[in-house]
């Protein structure tokens, strides 16, 4: 099965990642991606989905987490990252080696920590398997199936008879029919 990154949080305050099970009350159900325990999670917890997180590159755009994670597990093969308690330099000289572009003023070392901390726990949960993305799959769809969906767009709809308008309603409310009270002896 595919891991869709969205689906994927990081919440301010608790170790590890999460997975999104259900909307609750007032919350959402996680369920850890280490020991498998679920949890409810109120309204003020602080969640990040980790589609939302990339990394600062030295170019025009940001490199998305799922990028990110993608190379390193190129880069690594089977191979774990290296540990997120390692120095600050020996992060560096990793990342150097997987994104050479990133950002090395504003990709900081606990961020560095993170993004090893968390490729490990997806590593573990054998979920380093992403879904494309909607933008890309439209891309790779070929001309003729864009065209066969065209037509069949065109053809469900179906022509509205003339005069089947409903009438506009403005903001107001109707009023209340008026009801007589009379007193009979």
């Known amino acids: 099965m595919k891991t869709d990154l969205t689906k994927i949080l990081s919440v301010g305050g608790h170790p590890g990642l999460y997975r999104y099970l259900a909307q609750s009350n007032g919350g959402v159900v996680v369920e850890s991606m280490t ?9 003020s917890a602080r969640m990040t989905s980790l589609s939302d997180i990339s990394v600062y590159t030295t170019m025009e755009d940001e490199l998305k ?10 880069f690594l093969k089977d191979d774990p990252a290296p540990d997120p308690k390692s120095t600050a330099e020996e992060m560096a000289g990793f990342f150097d080696k997987v994104i050479p572009q990133y950002d090395k003023d504003r990709f900081y070392s606990s961020h560095m920590k993170k ?10 949960a054998n979920a380093l398997d992403f879904e494309k993305p909607e933008e890309e799959e439209k891309e790779e769809s070929s001309p003729v199936q864009e065209s066969h969906e065209k037509h069949t767009a065109k053809s469900a709809k179906s022509p509205k008879p003339a005069g089947s308008k409903a009438p506009k309603t403005t903001g107001a409310k109707a009023p209340k029919p008026v009801m007589k009270h009379t007193t009979q002896k």
């Open 115 to 124: 993004v090893l901390d968390w490729y490990n726990i997806m590593k573990a």
């Open 35 to 43: 020991d498998k325990t679920r949890k409810w999670m109120g309204p």
């Open 65 to 74: 987490l799922q990028d990110v994670f993608t190379k390193m597990k190129d």
